[in-house]
């Protein structure tokens, strides 16, 4: 079935370094993107989306590009800190439907 | 800010009993969601409503139900719990017209 995943369930980094989380989706006719973060015991927080008609969108230290052609979403975190240590998630959506989510990449961060 | 609260950060609840899940937004969004979260099967959706006294069935709706009353109080209902619904339940809201979800805290119910 159509699914949204992620490359890899963990990642590790030392602090100051840039990260790099990946997601694939499978639906093109997905039109809107998502990024959360999950800290330990707490809800997801909205982080960054971006739509389709555009492949790249800058925020605060985090940046999403999107690869339409692979069907490839990517969360940029520049400067990694102790304190981006979560569970990041990224979720499709397609017109009509509710978001799908993916199921998670635990991103560890060292000092 | 958007702020989502539920009722309760946990719970422990006995087999057959029934159990509401209370959600609040206080940001006049017309849109409310309910979530479980389980280890390795990422967030699934339950019901959601898009308007006051309306519902629809999400992936996984069996065994639950919902009521929306007022527009910024969303309720999830286990009629009567099993074992199989220990989990993580979020609640989210968006606002008509925009995709992005803001989820409240979470509710880790035990069902023993």
């Known amino acids: 079935g159509e699914s949204v995943g992620l490359h890899l369930p963990t990642l590790s980094v030392q602090e100051g370094d840039n990260s790099i989380i990946n997601c694939a989706y499978s639906n093109s006719a997905s039109d809107y993107f998502i990024w959360y973060k999950q800290e330990s015991g707490k809800g997801p927080q909205f982080i960054i989306d971006?739509?389709?008609?555009?492949d790249k969108r800058q925020g605060q230290r985090v940046t999403v590009l999107l690869n339409k052609t692979v069907k490839h979403l990517s969360l940029q975190i520049a400067a990694t800190q102790p304190g981006d240590s979560a569970v990041y998630f990224c979720a499709e959506k397609r017109p009509g439907t509710a978001l799908i989510f993916g199921k998670g990449t635990t991103l560890s961060v060292s000092s | 800010d958007v702020k989502v609260t539920q009722s309760s950060r946990y719970l422990v609840k006995r087999t057959g009993e029934k159990v509401f899940l209370e959600c609040v937004q206080d940001m006049d969004h017309e849109n409310m969601f309910w979530y479980r979260q389980d280890p390795g099967l990422g967030l699934r959706l339950i019901y959601f409503?898009?308007?006051?006294?309306?519902?629809e069935k999400g992936d996984i709706p069996e065994g639950y139900s919902v009521s929306r009353e007022k527009k910024e109080r969303f309720s999830l209902i286990l009629e009567s719990a099993s074992t199989n619904q220990t989990s993580m339940y979020l609640c989210?809201?968006?606002?008509?017209?925009?995709?992005?979800?803001?989820f409240g805290p979470g509710t880790r119910l035990t069902v023993t």
């Open positions: 409503s898009y308007d006051v006294k309306m519902k």
């Open positions: 971006i739509r389709s008609n555009m």
């Open positions: 989210a809201s968006s606002p008509t017209g925009r995709d992005e979800q803001y």
